[in-house]
C-alpha cells in the first residue's frame, strides 16, 4: 500500500504553540479544601511547615493537569481552509502526561496520531495533531479511552479516509503501587476507516511509526 508523498513529523517539528491552559475549569478553593482534609486523613498535620502550602500547590497543579476538562477536542482541529491533502500526513514522538481516573496518579509516555485526507482532502495544521492528544490526556483518563477520543476528534473534524492513534505509556498505578513493575509499558491503539480495514495500510504506516 503506498499513498501520494506523506508528511511525517516529529512532534518537536509539530509544536508551534504552547496549549492555552488558562481556561481550567478547576475550582482551586475546593482542591486547597479537599487536599487539607486529605492530609488529615493521611495522618498529618496541614499546619505543618513542610506541607503548609501543599493544598496550593496542589490546585495550582491541577489547574494545569486538568486544563483539558475546558476544551472541545475538535475545536483545536479546525480545517485550513485554503489547504487540501491526499497523502497519509503522521506526527509521532508525541510526548504526553495524563492522569488515571481511577488512582488519580500519571500515566505517561508518547503518541503517534495519523490520517489521510478524505475525498474532500480537509486538512489541519500539524500542530493541531500534538494539540489534540495535549488537550484529551489533560483530564482524568484511562488510556484505552483516550485513543478512541483522539480518534473521535479527528473523524469529526476532518472526516479522513483513514485515522490511526497510538500511545504507549507507563502508568505509575501499576509501577509504585499494586504489581510494582517499574518500566511496564502499555500499549493502545484504535485504527478507523482505511487503516482499520486494509491490513497492508495498517503495516505500512506502523513501519513508518
Known sequence: MSWDPAIIVDASEALAE????TSSTVDRARVE????ELLIAIGDDPAREGVIETPRRVAEA???LFAGTAIDPVSVLEPLPDERGTGLILVRDIQMYSVCEH???PFFGSAAVGYVPGADG????ISKLARVVEVLARRP???ERLVRQVADAMETALAPAGVAVIVEAEHLCMTMRGVRKPGTSVVTTEFRGLFGEDAAARAELLSLI
Open 33 to 36: 479544601s479537599a487536599v487539607r
Open 62 to 64: 491541577y489547574s494545569d
Open 141 to 143: 483518563q484511562v488510556q
Open 18 to 21: 504552547e496549549p492555552d491552559r
Open 103 to 105: 488512582h488519580l496518579l
Open 122 to 125: 480537509r486538512i489541519t495544521g
